[in-house]
């Protein structure tokens, strides 16, 4: 297959995101996006949302199953199962920090520009807040009562802690439990060709989902919070491009370049979805195929990473607090500013990879620190386009530590990594099916059929 054809979906896939831009701009400037019109009702709101849900639940519909087989096979292919503690710890601390100098910088850059002060839009605002879980809580939870409840519910961390538990089970049973290896490894499989499923129909949904968000953007809402936006992008941007990628390069010594190219398709799907966890399957796609991150590291870190690393969350909670509390008039001094540090971090490992739970966080925030929750209705109407681009930075730093963990365990292959090709996509070969197999699994069930 030439290198051609098989950059064609990631190609598409951007093209289908472009395109999504420039037709939802259309809608919004026209105003045909509004309700009571053919466009707005059947178009934008209708079919748009319609298919842009679909393929949302399309993900989420792939997210437990793939983590608990990913999961066992990654437990049981692990070989030492000390290595288990260590890339959970090297994940965890890297999380961390990575998530602690985004927030630092959000301050550092929004204090240093004097974000939002000078507005006065405090009498605007109507948002009231919800409480984040606390820590200890956050800590009991991550042992389920019911495994099965926390599956249907798509909890994270009590999932993950279930399959690793599974997976060391299996390995103390031993070779009679070979079988469910293998079982899972096969269900493993047929989950990740799924996934491939799931990425033919990327272009059109992806589409349809950023042409939807675009045309019910706030323009006029937007331009009267340039400051805060432009200030939030900017950190975005500095630390996906900058901080992220010294990070990777000192920790693993891996090429930053072929690291941003590779990551653009799980950008995408973050971008569309404004979901970590819808965007596992693409993301721990990603990470094995394209960049060679063998499975016993992956199946750990991407689950993890979307439920408990988000940088990008972090800097919007360090730049909304710096604008609000300027906006308002409040002195948070270095104090103030340390404990905004330590509360995104912490609320961030309690809190789920779901669109919008960065608000939530904030408000946990803003009680801490003494600042009007209801600020936060300030910057509610921009939220979602800055969910959005938050998102696709969240996955970024998921994807750029479940590299350094895997380099620093030889459990990466550079060959992959450095191989531009490696693991790309077209649409022919997502959905590919050999007719030979096709013969074959059909025979087996004439057998099987033939013996009942
Ligand atoms: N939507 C983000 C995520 O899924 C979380 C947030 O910032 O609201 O990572």
Do not use: W
């Not at 569309?272 to 992956?298: F, H, K, L, Q, W």
Request: glycine share 10%; with cysteine; net charge negative.
């Amino acid at each position: 297959m030439s290198e051609k054809r098989k950059m064609t979906l990631t190609t598409q896939v951007l093209l289908g995101m472009f395109l999504g831009i420039v037709l939802g701009l259309a809608f919004n400037l026209t105003g045909l996006n509004a309700g009571g019109t053919f466009t707005g009702d059947y178009i934008v709101n209708g079919l748009f949302h319609v298919v842009g849900k679909m393929f949302v639940n399309a993900l989420k519909m792939l997210v437990v199953p793939l983590v608990f087989f990913s999961l066992i096979c990654g437990v049981c292919g692990i070989g030492d199962i000390r290595m288990l503690g260590r890339v959970g710890t090297k994940s965890f601390a890297l999380y961390m920090l990575t998530t602690a100098i985004a927030i630092a910088t959000a301050i550092i850059i929004a204090a240093g520009l004097g974000i939002g002060g000078g507005l006065d839009l405090a009498t605007t605002s109507d948002f009231s807040g919800r409480e984040a879980p606390p820590l200890t809580q956050v800590l009991i939870d991550i042992i389920p009562t019911n495994p099965l409840a926390a599956m249907a519910e798509g909890d994270m961390l009590p999932i993950i802690f279930f399959s690793i538990m599974v997976g060391i089970s299996i390995l103390m049973v031993g070779t009679k439990a070979k079988s469910v290896v293998e079982g899972a490894e096969i269900a493993n499989e047929i989950m990740m060709k799924m996934v491939n499923i799931i990425m033919a129909v990327a272009p059109y949904a992806v589409f349809a989902l950023i042409c939807k968000a675009v045309a019910n953007l706030g323009l006029e809402l937007l331009a009267s919070l340039a400051g805060y936006v432009l200030v939030l992008v900017g950190a975005l941007m500095f630390h996906l491009f900058v901080t992220l990628m010294i990070v990777l390069k000192v920790f693993s010594g891996l090429n930053p370049v072929t690291f941003m190219k590779k990551i653009r398709n799980a950008q995408v799907f973050a971008f569309s979805t404004a979901s970590s966890n819808a965007t596992i399957p693409v993301t721990m796609r990603t990470v094995t195929e394209r960049y060679g991150v063998d499975n016993s590291v992956a199946s750990f870190t991407v689950p993890f990473g979307a439920t408990i690393n988000m940088d990008g969350t972090a800097i919007m909670q360090g730049v909304a607090t710096v604008f609000i509390a300027n906006v308002y008039g409040v002195e948070l001094g270095m104090a103030g500013y340390l404990t905004v540090i330590l509360m995104s971090v912490l609320a961030s490992i309690g809190t789920a990879g779901v669109p919008g739970v960065g608000l939530i966080m904030l408000s946990m925030v803003f009680t801490q620190v003494g600042l009007p929750v209801e600020g936060i209705g300030l910057i509610l109407g921009v939220d979602r386009l800055m969910d959005m681009i938050r998102t696709a930075v969240n996955v970024s730093g998921d994807a750029a530590v479940s590299c350094i963990v895997a380099k620093s365990e030889k459990k990466l292959d550079t060959e992959v990594y450095n191989d531009p090709t490696a693991g790309a996509l077209s649409v022919d070969d997502a959905i590919h099916i050999d007719p030979k197999i096709e013969e074959e699994l059909a025979q087996v069930v004439d057998r099987v059929h033939g013996q009942t």
